[in-house]
């Protein structure tokens, strides 16, 4: 019998079909037996292309950040705006895979940001942040943005609608009131959080100057 002119299976076909297998049905419905059902292939074939259930994950996660397209180049002038602008873009892709959103905790793929993360410290050197400030941002903004859009897809794939859920003005009247009187919902919620966070961290004062551990060895021998 001839081999077929094509292969069965490419990695990024099966990890494609992951992704729509848990878009569906959750992470925890996946498996490499239901991925293999899916491609009308035997399990055993699969890992000939990767170790196992984990490193398909992890490229389900990968896939899934791949998907966020890089704004516009940033300019100076709106240098803080470029950020709200990646975060929101960021935002938006978990979003439409709030099944998967889970992945993105447990797989988090910093490093595959490596590149991202020197261009984002160049820049804040050339728009002139001081550069005790980069790792404060640029760890917040992960943290910020990761933490608000895993959180919104968690509620979005179990059905919560609201910013507090099951708030009782009664049981609550502070945070009813909060509610009430808060301007800003969904996607123009986020993006004042990440605006705020970044302008409340360019406007802090100087942080004292750090010693590291070998300028105090020196000093207390």
Aim: zero cysteines; aromatic letters at 8%.
């Amino acid at each position: 019998m001839p081999r077929p002119s094509q292969p069965l299976i490419t990695r990024e076909a099966a990890i494609r079909t992951a992704l729509e297998i848990i878009d569906k049905d959750g992470v925890a419905a996946f498996g490499v037996q239901r991925l293999a059902a899916e491609m009308g292939v035997k399990a055993p074939s699969l890992y000939h292309h990767f170790e196992g259930k984990e490193e398909i994950l992890t490229q389900v996660a990968r896939m899934i950040i791949r998907e966020v397209e890089p704004p516009p180049s940033p300019t100076a002038s709106r240098w803080q705006e470029w950020f709200v602008d990646i975060a929101t873009r960021l935002r938006r892709v978990v979003l439409s895979h709030p099944k998967a959103a889970p992945l993105l905790i447990e797989y988090f793929p910093r490093g595959y940001f490596l590149s991202t993360y020197e261009r984002s410290a160049l820049f804040l050197q050339r728009v002139g942040v001081p550069v005790e400030f980069h790792a404060l941002l640029l760890d917040g903004l992960d943290k910020l943005s990761f933490g608000a859009a895993i959180m919104d897809a968690t509620a979005l794939s179990n059905g919560d609608t609201g910013l507090f859920p099951g708030v009782d003005p009664n049981r609550d009247p502070a945070l009813s009131a909060a509610i009430e009187a808060n301007p800003w919902t969904g996607e123009a919620l986020f993006k004042e959080s990440i605006r705020r966070f970044v302008q409340g961290v360019v406007d802090a004062p100087p942080p004292k100057p750090h010693k590291s551990k070998e300028s105090r060895s020196r000093r207390s021998g």
